[in-house]
């Protein structure tokens, strides 16, 4: 497949669309048409979820706000063509797909107000639970559910299937904290139950359903054996069906409906708003990891810890523990475990350090009575808790990732009164072994809920048979055990056919009653918690195709990675990038060429041209799954010999393109004064029309920079490479200084004596090349960077400093090694030895060594920092904080913070991805004003200048001001 004409400097970008269907054309006529998306690549990525389902929608419509949805309810009703409201999509029980048309909110419906000093949270269902807490932290407060997903997982989705976590258990979750609810029903109604006067018209305009309620509500209170089953089984936690605790909690219907929205997944009308109340944050925290000889006696401990009352108590089992050994946080001791061990890993919450100090002695007074096969001790640092409960976050990812390549990941979660955790286990653990699953168990013991994963290859229908019959003996045991079939991660389509099995066929009947009337016509996510079909479990199970990398393939499109990713709100993110290449790959095997060639057009833009290759994903996947190397790959496969062979020489003469871009910037300069920037919009804007896309650098962009080398005095300390981003558009400081001139600064304040070589110019790291699919242009300039380091160092001797981190990081972790598939190294085999042997240092981690030697003289009052994505990749996101607060009496970093979407060239080339990247970071920081901002590469501040509308500089002139 040809990738993008270049020609001169313009490219070209050749991207067809789906022919003008009938439905988009009616969508078109109430939607901007960039937010309806019929083509093939779109319906396919949308297709999937977080579970193993794939359902294929006709249309997706990106929502934005309430009248959105309305105007699609109406649709819906008006056409027949059932609607599905996703939020993330990490959903794990086929809930958010569906064959009609997908209302998509995580690209709108962004609203978070803070109440009562905090005491209360109003949220619209497209934020994340870190984004609610964030917003609540400033108050001490958070709101009680805490899915292991909340960095990934939204609000709406949070709403709708009930989510819970590890610490919200029974009484902490969206229906016990929830306040009030705005919701839209199916015949287009809103309502807001704050309001009396909603609340009245709620009474007075829906009679049927008000009517049906409180028939139902009385028909349950004067049954007392289901009455008193509902309030038994509400105790544990319990999310299959509906809420049927609402008709006992609640007299007014309003109230009772309103319940039954929370864990209704989407099926009985559409979450608009929510309130709820929060709970405190409890400052004072440790936690222990406790090893025992199994996994039963890991659960039968539980009861144990009970007395102490902790915040948390996790099981992780052998299998789930070995899967995350080698991560960041896990301590040692994992690795040295005997086989068949698992561990209780356990929080203990407290509102002052003597508080906890009496819990930690109580604990350990517990403990001492355990038989326990090893132990770490209490940890009440904050970083090694996070990293210890960051572990406990991924395991559903990381072990998933191990399985055998092309393989389907099944994750249920089932829950039972604590006193029966231990038979629970046991009999999952003897299922396991009689049906040959390498089966992992996982989950919050303190509630009795434990999550069970197994994979097979669901591309064989007797292997598909095969998980049936296992999963009919597993429905048996936790019904037997009076348990939930689903305890947090909602009904769908994964329980939907056991869910009258669980309750019984009187329960069932209500069921199905409310979902009649509140869904008349049967539009809202059909087949989703009432399906009669008793093989839906069974079908369309999404293919893992197999695409060829050894960790790309690791994937299981769990969606973690999908918030942190600049082009999230305009094209695809990491998760649909995968699933493009697995759908694609589906549609040629089973000969659909038509459509695989029309899919893999549109993925030209949309998945390969507007991917940043920041890496960000890789920072959050538990897998650190990068699909910068996919699309690299991508892009290389797409290249022609001819293309290949022009960068491999511009690669040998980057010298010259390196004149050559500080006089075109010059003149872009010069043209951007004469004409203003908005002429150049208006132009691109209309050549964009014709497919020709210009680089459009941003207007804050600086100018080329004059090299003042020291004079050579003796030895240098370190050799200073400033990069190729520094040389070419270094000049960035407020006060005029370039990069270069601040860090020769702050040096010789130091009395730090740097080198500068004279033969800089034309060395670079290689990221233009490799990031752009030229492999040999990247391995010309990747040797030709240790060739001069090499030379410069003294064979290594001394230290080497590089100005730009997305730099250093190319520098020390690309280099050396193999990207996608079979690819080889960049490195010749001599350069590799010589790669091994240097001294690559970042400049933050220069000045965090330098900083003691200089006097803080300016120390600034409000400082704004905003860290890269290759500060976060490379770990030093915390250390530039940590200099900024010595050098700053208060330090910003936003919440919202990932990548800028610069990315070398290609912010440039698509302006749409920056405004994607920023669009958060935009609104949070909204009227605030600082005394400096700062950021770490000068294609980053310029483009966050310009986005943003804060003058940003390099970090060295942080330094350089606060020591003057």
């Known amino acids: 497949m040809s990738g993008s004409r270049v020609f001169r400097g313009i490219s070209k970008r050749v991207v067809k669309v789906a022919p003008q269907d009938p439905l988009r054309q009616k969508l078109v006529r109430i939607y901007p048409s960039n937010r309806v998306l019929t083509s093939a690549l779109y319906r396919s990525v949308y297709s999937r979820d977080g579970s193993y389902f794939e359902y294929k929608p006709q249309a997706i419509v990106r929502l934005g706000q309430i009248e959105d949805a309305l105007a699609l309810i109406d649709f819906s009703r008006n056409e027949g063509i059932p609607i599905t409201f996703r939020a993330g999509g990490t959903s794990l029980s086929g809930q958010t797909v569906g064959e009609g048309i997908i209302g998509e909110l995580r690209t709108g419906f962004r609203g978070i107000s803070v109440h009562g000093g905090g005491d209360l949270v109003s949220f619209e269902p497209g934020v994340t639970v870190n984004q609610v807490n964030a917003k609540l932290s400033p108050f001490g407060r958070k709101i009680g559910p805490d899915p292991a997903s909340k960095s990934a997982a939204m609000m709406g989705g949070v709403l709708s299937n009930n989510s819970s976590g590890m610490q919200a258990g029974v009484i902490q979750n969206s229906y016990h904290t929830l306040v009030s609810l705005e919701f839209v029903l199916y015949n287009g109604h809103r309502y807001d139950t704050s309001k009396a006067a909603d609340r009245e018209r709620f009474g007075r305009d829906e009679p049927k359903i008000v009517n049906g309620l409180l028939r139902i509500r009385d028909a349950i209170r004067s049954d007392i054996e289901l009455r008193d089953r509902i309030k038994r089984k509400y105790r544990i936690k319990n999310v299959t069906g509906?809420?049927?605790?609402?008709?006992?909690?609640?007299?007014?219907?309003?109230?009772?409906?309103?319940?039954?929205?929370?864990?209704?997944?989407?099926?009985?009308?559409?979450?608009?708003?929510?309130?709820?109340?929060?709970?405190?944050?409890?400052?004072?925290?440790?936690?222990?990891?406790?090893?025992?000889?199994?996994?039963?006696?890991?659960?039968?401990?539980?009861?144990?810890?009970?007395?102490?009352?902790?915040?948390?108590?996790?099981?992780?089992?052998?299998?789930?523990?070995?899967?995350?050994?080698?991560?960041?946080?896990?301590?040692?001791?994992?690795?040295?475990?005997?086989?068949?061990?698992?561990?209780?890993?356990?929080?203990?919450?407290?509102?002052?350090?003597?508080?906890?100090?009496?819990?930690?002695?109580?604990?350990?007074?517990?403990?001492?009575?355990?038989?326990?096969?090893?132990?770490?001790?209490?940890?009440?640092?904050?970083?090694?808790?996070?990293?210890?409960?960051?572990?406990?976050?991924?395991?559903?990812?990381?072990?998933?990732?191990?399985?055998?390549?092309?393989?389907?990941?099944?994750?249920?979660?089932?829950?039972?009164?604590?006193?029966?955790?231990?038979?629970?286990?046991?009999?999952?653990?003897?299922?396991?072994?009689?049906?040959?699953?390498?089966?992992?168990?996982?989950?919050?013991?303190?509630?009795?809920?434990?999550?069970?994963l197994v994979c097979d290859d669901m591309s064989d229908q007797s292997r598909v048979l095969h998980f049936s019959t296992f999963m009919d003996e597993v429905i048996d045991l936790v019904v037997g055990l009076e348990g939930s079939l689903k305890a947090e991660h909602g009904t769908g389509r994964a329980v939907a056919p056991f869910v009258e099995k669980e309750w019984g066929s009187k329960a069932y009947g209500y069921l199905k009653e409310i979902k009649t009337l509140c869904d008349p016509y049967g539009l809202l996510n059909p087949g989703v918690i009432i399906n009669d079909?008793?093989?839906?479990?069974?079908?369309?199970?999404?293919?893992?195709?197999?695409?060829?990398?050894?960790?790309?393939?690791?994937?299981?499109?769990?969606?973690?990675?999908?918030?942190?990713?600049?082009?999230?709100?305009?094209?695809?993110?990491?998760?649909?990038?995968?699933?493009?290449?697995?759908?694609?790959?589906?549609?040629?095997?089973?000969?659909?060429?038509?459509?695989?060639?029309?899919?893999?057009?549109?993925?030209?833009?949309?998945?390969?041209?507007?991917?940043?290759?920041?890496?960000?994903?890789?920072?959050?996947?538990?897998?650190?799954?990068?699909?910068?190397?996919?699309?690299?790959?991508?892009?290389?496969?797409?290249?022609?010999?001819?293309?290949?062979?022009?960068?491999?020489?511009?690669?040998?003469?980057?010298?010259?393109?390196?004149?050559?871009?500080?006089?075109?910037?010059?003149?872009?300069?010069?043209?951007?004064?004469?004409?203003?920037?908005?002429?150049?919009?208006?132009?691109?804007?209309?050549?964009?029309?014709?497919?020709?896309?210009?680089?459009?650098?941003?207007?804050?962009?600086?100018?080329?920079?004059?090299?003042?080398?020291?004079?050579?005095?003796?030895?240098?300390?370190?050799?200073?490479?400033?990069?190729?981003?520094?040389?070419?558009?270094?000049?960035?400081?407020?006060?005029?200084?370039?990069?270069?001139?601040?860090?020769?600064?702050?040096?010789?304040?130091?009395?730090?004596?740097?080198?500068?070589?004279?033969?800089?110019?034309?060395?670079?790291?290689?990221?233009?090349?490799?990031?752009?699919?030229?492999?040999?242009?990247?391995?010309?300039?990747?040797?030709?960077?240790?060739?001069?380091?090499?030379?410069?160092?003294?064979?290594?001797?001394?230290?080497?400093?590089?100005?730009?981190?997305?730099?250093?990081?190319?520098?020390?972790?690309?280099?050396?090694?193999?990207?996608?598939?079979?690819?080889?190294?960049?490195?010749?085999?001599?350069?590799?030895?010589?790669?091994?042997?240097?001294?690559?240092?970042?400049?933050?981690?220069?000045?965090?060594?330098?900083?003691?030697?200089?006097?803080?003289?300016?120390?600034?009052?409000?400082?704004?920092?905003?860290?890269?994505?290759?500060?976060?990749?490379?770990?030093?996101?915390?250390?530039?904080?940590g200099i900024a607060q010595q050098l700053a009496n208060v330090v910003v970093v936003p919440e919202s913070a990932t990548c800028c979407g610069a990315g070398g060239n290609r912010g440039m080339l698509y302006p749409e991805v920056v405004k994607s990247a920023l669009r958060d970071e935009v609104m949070e920081l909204k009227g605030l004003v600082f005394d400096g901002a700062f950021s770490f590469a000068s294609t980053c501040e310029a483009t966050l200048s310009d986005e943003l509308g804060v003058s940003f500089e390099p970090f060295i002139s942080l330094v350089e001001r606060a020591t003057r």
């Not at 609640?250 to 608009?272: K, M, N, Q, W």
């Not at 990068?626 to 991508?634: K, S, W």
Request: aromatic share 6%; with cysteine; charged share 20%.
């Open 533 to 881: 079909n008793p093989n839906v479990h069974l079908e369309k199970i999404k293919a893992i195709k197999i695409i060829g990398d050894n960790t790309i393939d690791k994937c299981i499109e769990c969606g973690y990675c999908e918030h942190v990713c600049p082009t999230r709100y305009v094209t695809l993110t990491p998760r649909q990038r995968i699933v493009a290449h697995r759908s694609h790959l589906s549609l040629l095997a089973d000969e659909e060429i038509d459509e695989a060639e029309q899919m893999w057009r549109e993925y030209e833009y949309a998945g390969r041209d507007s991917c940043v290759a920041d890496g960000m994903c890789a920072t959050v996947c538990p897998m650190g799954i990068n699909t910068a190397d996919l699309v690299d790959h991508d892009r290389s496969m797409a290249k022609t010999k001819t293309s290949q062979f022009v960068a491999k020489l511009a690669a040998e003469r980057f010298s010259l393109i390196e004149t050559a871009t500080r006089g075109a910037l010059v003149v872009n300069k010069r043209i951007t004064k004469v004409v203003g920037n908005r002429s150049l919009e208006k132009l691109n804007t209309q050549l964009r029309k014709l497919d020709i896309v210009l680089p459009s650098p941003p207007v804050s962009l600086g100018t080329s920079i004059s090299i003042a080398r020291p004079t050579l005095r003796r030895r240098p300390d370190a050799i200073y490479f400033p990069s190729c981003v520094s040389r070419m558009f270094g000049q960035g400081n407020v006060d005029g200084a370039s990069v270069v001139d601040l860090v020769l600064r702050v040096a010789g304040r130091a009395g730090i004596y740097l080198e500068i070589p004279e033969d800089v110019q034309g060395v670079c790291c290689s990221q233009p090349w490799s990031h752009n699919g030229y492999e040999d242009g990247a391995s010309v300039s990747a040797n030709k960077a240790v060739d001069s380091f090499w030379r410069w160092t003294r064979s290594g001797e001394i230290p080497i400093i590089c100005d730009v981190t997305s730099c250093t990081h190319s520098l020390m972790q690309e280099l050396g090694r193999q990207s996608f598939g079979v690819r080889g190294d960049l490195l010749t085999s001599a350069n590799r030895g010589h790669h091994s042997d240097l001294q690559i240092r970042d400049l933050i981690v220069w000045i965090e060594d330098l900083l003691p030697r200089l006097a803080i003289t300016n120390r600034l009052d409000r400082v704004l920092i905003h860290p890269t994505c290759a500060l976060t990749r490379v770990g030093l996101s915390e250390t530039a904080v």
């Open 242 to 452: 509906y809420s049927l605790n609402s008709f006992l909690d609640f007299d007014d219907p309003c109230d009772i409906f309103s319940h039954l929205l929370i864990g209704a997944e989407g099926t009985l009308g559409f979450i608009a708003k929510a309130t709820l109340s929060t709970l405190p944050i409890e400052p004072y925290r440790a936690s222990r990891l406790l090893f025992f000889a199994s996994d039963q006696d890991a659960a039968r401990a539980v009861g144990d810890l009970a007395v102490i009352n902790p915040a948390a108590v996790e099981l992780l089992d052998y299998a789930s523990l070995t899967s995350v050994v080698g991560r960041v946080g896990v301590p040692a001791v994992v690795e040295t475990i005997p086989t068949g061990s698992a561990a209780l890993l356990f929080d203990l919450a407290a509102s002052s350090s003597e508080a906890l100090e009496l819990l930690i002695e109580g604990a350990q007074r517990v403990v001492d009575e355990l038989a326990l096969v090893a132990d770490t001790p209490f940890s009440t640092s904050a970083k090694e808790r996070a990293q210890l409960w960051s572990v406990r976050d991924g395991i559903f990812a990381s072990v998933g990732g191990e399985r055998a390549p092309g393989t389907t990941v099944i994750l249920e979660d089932v829950a039972v009164e604590p006193i029966h955790l231990g038979e629970l286990v046991s009999s999952l653990n003897a299922l396991f072994d009689r049906y040959g699953y390498a089966g992992v168990i996982f989950g919050h013991a303190k509630a009795g809920n434990v999550h069970f």
